[in-house]
């Protein structure tokens, strides 16, 4: 059994930030802390990456500079029913990173200032008991005496320890175009769009399109999020991502 003082379960900006933040609080935490994670940095995830005003302060209050690629945004265009546009401008509106580096680049930070992280395992099963938790993995047994669930939307953590059960999380589709092959003027505008139209046709989200950099060249990054139970399947969703696309 592997003994630890903390175990964060989930290597996402959650987890990460819990170690860095417990970090510079008590450097004395290094080596007794833990990360597991059943993914390998870096990984995907469906996300538009755009980073907040409050997300940048948490990141200077960690030190860490926000070297990966980044698209600055000062305008946002959103359409919204039955047929009006409305549009804002404010600088430093929000940072557009790709969540693959953003969160491989925390990962590899909270390494550096001395947080274990295990890469790869899966946890299966949490157990209380009298003085914490035990936690099974795919590959070991783990004991802590706290335990923090950072294992995202569906949380095994929250389920099994807390005993919530799943709530219907939301489904999103997204892609990446090259700007190049739209006519979309976002980019060049340092603007990102929302799209609330097909709300009256039972779409419970939006659609995007936010700038991006990938490998250095411009991209929309384009999506659309639904909750989960809204009356639209995956066929009309994936309809009108598609019509968003063509619309560029
Ligand atoms: C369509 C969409 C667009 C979004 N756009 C934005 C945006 O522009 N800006 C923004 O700030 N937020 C956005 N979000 C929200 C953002 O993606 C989440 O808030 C963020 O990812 C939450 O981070 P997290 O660390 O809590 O979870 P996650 O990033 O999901 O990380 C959880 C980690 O836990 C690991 N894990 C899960 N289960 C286990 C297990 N059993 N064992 C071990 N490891 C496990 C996973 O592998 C994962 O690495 C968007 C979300 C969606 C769905």
Redesign the pocket.
Known sequence: MIVRDIII?????????TALHLLKADPSLAGNMLL????I?P?E????????PH?LDCLKELDIPLTIPHVQVDRALVRVPPNREVFCEDGGM?S?IR?DEF?FALVQTARVRGAEIREG????TLVHEARGVRIE?ENDTYFARVVVG????????RRQLIGQDSIPV?K?I?CDVPVADTSWSGFAQHRYDFNFLPVPQGLKGYL?E?PCLISGVPHVNV?I?SLGDAPLGNAELQHLLAQEIESQ
């Open positions: 379960i989930g290597s996402g900006p959650a987890g990460t930030s597991l994670d059943k993914a940095h990984r995830k469906i996300c538009a990456g755009g980073l907040i997300t929000c557009i969540r969160d395992e899966k946890v299966l993995t950072a294992d995202g939307s569906g949380s095994r953590v939301g999103a997204m995007w936010f999506g999020y």
